[in-house]
């Protein structure tokens, strides 16, 4: 059974940073892209980052450029998000995805497993 499990978020002031993990078990997916998404009350999923399935391709929303790093550790089955200038923008739930293929998208219909996401919590 294939269980992605997010973990890391928590309550942080305004500026401050947090490293969000996800591990996946139940098969290897070292073959395939990983991204992030989050999603805020009251508002849709949307796209954070996605990183190719060698951590060579990464892409970034517009919103979180220069701020957020994305890696992986496919020895471990594990992605990273690393979240640094923290806004209150940027509360929501976090959720990692694997994708359908070695290819970096943003296009959350492209990931086939998701995780139950972790909180994070930023305050002014």
């Known amino acids: 059974q294939v269980q992605l499990v997010e973990s890391g978020g928590g309550l942080v002031q305004a500026g401050g940073s947090l490293r969000l993990s996800c591990v996946a078990s139940?098969?290897?997916?070292?073959?395939?892209?990983m991204g992030w998404f989050r999603q805020a009350p009251g508002y849709e999923r949307e796209f954070v980052a996605t990183?190719?399935?060698?951590?060579?391709?990464?892409r970034y929303a517009d919103s979180v450029k220069g701020r957020f790093t994305i890696s992986r550790d496919n020895a471990k089955n594990t992605v990273y998000l690393q979240m640094n200038s923290l806004k209150p923008d940027d509360t929501a739930v976090y959720y990692c995805?694997?994708?359908?293929?070695?290819?970096?998208?943003?296009?959350?219909?492209?990931?086939?497993?998701w995780g139950q996401g972790t909180l994070v919590t930023v305050s002014s």
């Open positions: 990183i190719s399935w060698n951590g060579v391709g990464t």
């Open positions: 995805a694997v994708g359908s293929s070695a290819l970096i998208t943003t296009i959350p219909e492209r990931y086939n497993y």
């Open positions: 139940g098969r290897t997916f070292s073959s395939y892209a």
